[in-house]
């Protein structure tokens, strides 16, 4: 199981090298807007899915050939990193390795009411969990939890989170259009921010092809009034990635790629940002695996982004 992917530039943390140690889709939620896709794998239960010992080699041996090839390093996958087991023991272990580079953890937060996972998450540098809906009713419907996830524990969990950590922590809150962005909700949840007391708020929205075709991202303009709700000096809508510097990568660029698309689905620019390569040459790519029917092309907001195909992509 490879675990590493990208870098992704990124306006905060420069270029992230992402670590993903959960097999795809393998989830405590199946949101609506998830550009993974459906969840197919809706569980609760923890389990080392790679040794800890396999994610540090991988590290190494991208470090040996790339060693200006990250600025950050950051949890993130198509599931939920916390379903991780060995969690804890990974990120003590690169913290010591690569104590010179930021260790981020983006996460739903569905399981911080376990101190346990709690415990675990205390050694990264920044923790970014998620929060979409403050009622059962729209955590339902945005969210599509594990049927044993109770809202309240979760909101809990975060508190409690919030408490023990020390390091940088952000709250992100996900924005669909007509499912969770009305005055009432948008109020509900900046009251639980007001006690949360985050260091930071990321307002985001539907920006790439979702899990539910149905599902739609707010506008510019809808994403200030929405920000209008939140603390002002703590609140920030994320704009685009900035490109990345050239580094160089080497080997088999069609594998990269398609890494990247394991992941979520990306336009050519994106991934031309991402591995430092001129986007004719990703283009070139994007041609032959499209031939050979392993992606395929989907408009999105205006946009063209690339897709693996699946059984049920059309």
């Known amino acids: 199981m490879k675990t590493l992917f990208g870098p992704v530039p990124s306006r905060r943390l420069g270029r992230s090298l992402g670590i993903d ?23 609760l239960k923890r389990r080392v899915f790679v040794q ?27 599931g939920e990193p916390t379903l991780y087991e060995g969690l804890g023991e990974l990120i003590r272990a690169i913290k010591k390795r690569f104590n010179n580079l930021p260790l981020n953890v983006l996460t739903n937060g569905s399981l911080l009411w376990d101190p346990r996972v709690r415990r675990e998450l205390l050694h990264a540098d920044r923790v970014v969990p ?17 049927p044993n996830l109770d809202l309240s524990l ?4 975060l508190l409690a989170f919030r408490r023990e950590y020390r390091g940088q922590f952000h709250l992100e809150v996900m924005l669909v259009d007509q499912v969770n962005d009305q005055d009432e ?73 398609q890494e990247l698309l394991r992941r979520r689905p990306c336009t050519a620019d994106e991934m031309a940002d991402c591995l430092a390569v001129p986007v004719a040459q990703v283009k070139a790519i994007l041609n032959t695996l499209q031939r050979s029917e392993v992606i395929h ?9 690339y897709c693996l ?6």
């Open 21 to 43: 140690v959960i097999p795809p889709k393998t989830c405590s939620y199946d949101c609506i807007y998830c550009e993974s896709g459906r969840t197919t794998h809706l569980t």
């Open 52 to 78: 800890p010992e396999a994610v540090l080699e991988e590290l190494e041996r991208y470090f040996r050939s790339h060693p200006d090839g990250a600025e950050a390093l950051t949890f993130s996958s198509a």
């Open 130 to 146: 998620s929060l979409d809906a403050i009622t059962p009713e729209q955590f339902q419907k945005v969210n599509r939890p594990h």
């Open 154 to 157: 979760i909101l809990e969990g």
């Open 185 to 257: 909700h948008l109020t509900a949840i900046n009251t639980f921010v007001t006690s949360l007391r985050p260091d930071r708020v990321e307002l985001n929205t539907v920006a790439r092809p979702p899990a539910d075709p149905g599902v739609c991202g707010l506008t510019p303009q809808a994403m200030k009034e929405a920000a209008r709700f939140f603390p002002e000096d703590t609140t920030e809508v994320p704009g685009c990635f900035a490109s990345a510097a050239q580094i160089g990568h080497a080997g088999d660029l069609s594998e990269r790629i």
């Open 297 to 305: 092309p989907r408009v999105f907001g205006h946009r063209e982004y």
């Open 309 to 314: 195909f699946t059984r049920n992509a059309s």
